[in-house]
């Protein structure tokens, strides 16, 4: 009886490592697939009825889009881009804070402590994706908040805030901003942007008002 005990024990024993073993060997999400699974949720969402009538207004450009959305093919993404760099600046722009001859206006810059400058550049990256769609529209804007998604994760290997853009063939692009914090955690945020010629239009931009911003796209 004892033997049987011990032998079931050892083996029970040697279960656990191997099971173990083999979650520690699990190879972590790259930030690609983390946005496709951010891109897949929000698909989703547009395409549940239940959820769009608890959640947003009856509002037929919002309903057009959402079919639009509900009926895209994002599985996989045609091109993958990543937006990195200084947003201070480019987040001044944005807000109008920038002349058509593209000097700097704010002097309240040097009151600034560093960590309310790494606040600001946090809040200008997020910011992004809504300031292009406020400028195409509201029920652009509408939608594409609705739609929204975040998610949390641990990602010590990303060293700095960073946008990736998503291009599909048949589908709107979206932006997926990954803001990191300490011990290596990251939210990302997804958000649709509802201009197709998104990455075309944003690198003609980053040429006139880019200062410290590099767009470069992702090895799939």
């Not at 083999?22 to 897949?40: D, M, N, R, V, W």
């Given at each position: 009886m004892k033997k049987t005990i011990l032998t079931a024990t050892i083996l029970l024993t040697i279960l656990c490592l191997?099971?173990?073993?083999?979650?520690?060997?699990?190879?972590?999400?790259?930030?690609?697939?983390?946005?496709?699974?951010?891109?897949?949720?929000?698909?989703?969402?547009?395409?549940?009825?239940?959820?769009?009538?608890?959640?947003?207004?009856?509002?037929?450009?919002?309903?057009?889009?959402?079919?639009?959305?509900?009926?895209?093919?994002?599985?996989?993404?045609?091109?993958?881009?990543?937006?990195?760099?200084?947003?201070?600046?480019?987040?001044?722009?944005?807000?109008?804070?920038?002349?058509?001859?593209?000097?700097?206006?704010?002097?309240?810059?040097?009151?600034?402590?560093?960590?309310l400058k790494e606040e600001m550049n946090k809040r200008f990256v997020s910011a992004i994706p809504a300031s292009w769609n406020a400028r195409i529209g509201s029920p652009e804007l509408a939608a594409a908040s609705l739609l929204e998604s975040e998610k949390s994760f641990v990602n010590k290997k990303l060293k700095s805030d960073c946008i990736y853009i998503f291009e599909f063939q048949n589908?709107?692009?979206?932006?997926?901003?990954?803001?990191?914090?300490?011990?290596?955690?990251?939210?990302?945020?997804a958000t649709h942007i509802f201009d197709r010629n998104f990455v075309p239009k944003l690198k003609e931009v980053l040429e006139k008002f880019g200062k410290g911003i590099k767009l470069e796209q992702v090895k799939q």
């Open positions: 191997a099971c173990g073993a083999k979650a520690k060997s699990k190879k972590p999400k790259t930030l690609i697939e983390h946005g496709l699974s951010l891109i897949s949720l929000m698909k989703e969402k547009a395409g549940n009825q239940s959820f769009l009538n608890l959640m947003s207004p009856r509002n037929d450009g919002i309903a057009e889009k959402m079919k639009e959305i509900a009926s895209g093919n994002v599985s996989k993404s045609s091109a993958v881009y990543c937006l990195s760099g200084d947003f201070y600046n480019f987040g001044i722009f944005l807000f109008n804070r920038i002349d058509l001859s593209g000097t700097w206006k704010n002097p309240e810059e040097d009151f600034y402590s560093a960590p589908a709107y692009p979206v932006a997926v901003c990954f803001l990191r914090y300490d011990d290596g955690a990251v939210l990302a945020k």
